[in-house]
T-cell receptor, first 116, second 111 residues
Framework: AQKITQTQPGMFVQEKEAVTLDCTYD???????LFWYKQPSSGEMIFLIY??????QNATEGRYSLNFQKARKSANLVISASQLGDSAMYFC?????????????FGKGTRLSVIA | AAGVIQSPRHLIKEKRETATLKCYPI?????VYWYQQGPGQDPQFLIS???????DKGSIPDRFSAQQFSDYHSELNMSSLELGDSALYFC??????????FGSGTQLSVL
């Protein structure tokens, strides 16, 4: 079964607007971490934001915030004030277990295009 | 701040040749991970090492092997290369189960 589901293969957003990239996850482990990465056309994998399953507040990092809804098992990424440089592939990923070294499992990704 | 260093950045090989990819994790990170990302695909986990011992194993072909050395750098060895091995290979490192940081990747092309 797919552990991470990203239902939007592609998204378009106008420059300066906000955009939400969807991510749902599936796990029976009470302890897990959720990650978002950005992969521009250059290929590098850039860490954006992290949310732990026990974190009470939604994570924020600059223009990125994670809308964590634990009961719905969703961890949507919100990008505010989109910029042309935000055009990239975005991957949601999950690691199960607390403080462990288990590998990340990735979703299929969402390609975001920011339009001027 | 120091990042994960991978070499080479690009590699071109013929079928049935061997390739060695190198990874230098962020200093004091205790875990190294290897991922393979095919064109248009999501990264697939291959193998990981915790404190120089193999930790988890994913979809790594038998033709591939990896190890982590005493200085914590890691190498992914790939033999009998096939066309389907053409992909972007990432190394990532983390410390005490925290965030994973990725290197820039090695783009392997098998001709």
């Amino acid at each position: 079964a797919q552990k991470i589901t990203q239902t939007q293969p592609g998204m378009f957003v106008q420059e300066k607007e906000a955009v939400t990239l969807d991510c749902t996850y599936d796990t029976s482990d009470p302890s897990y971490g959720l990650f978002w990465y950005k992969q521009p056309s250059s290929g590098e994998m850039i860490f954006l934001i992290y949310q732990g399953s026990y974190d009470q507040q939604n994570a924020t990092e600059g223009r990125y915030s994670l809308n964590f809804q634990k009961a719905r098992k969703s961890a949507n990424l919100v990008i505010s004030a989109s910029q042309l440089g935000d055009s990239a592939m975005y991957f949601c990923a999950m690691r199960e277990g607390e403080g462990g070294n288990t590998p990340l499992v990735f979703g299929k990704g969402t390609r975001l295009s920011v339009i001027a | 701040a120091a990042g994960v260093i991978q070499s080479p950045r690009h590699l071109i090989k013929e079928k049935r040749e061997t390739a060695t990819l190198k990874c230098y994790p962020i200093p004091r990170h205790d875990t190294v991970y290897w991922y393979q990302q095919g064109p248009g695909q999501d990264p697939q986990f291959l193998i990981s090492f915790y404190e120089k011992m193999q930790s988890d194993k994913g979809s790594i072909p038998d033709r591939f092997s990896a190890q982590q050395f005493s200085d914590y750098h890691s190498e992914l060895n790939m033999s009998s290369l096939e066309l389907g091995d053409s992909a972007l290979y990432f190394c990532a490192s983390s410390s005490h189960g925290e965030k994973l940081f990725f290197g820039s990747g090695t783009q392997l092309s098998v001709l």
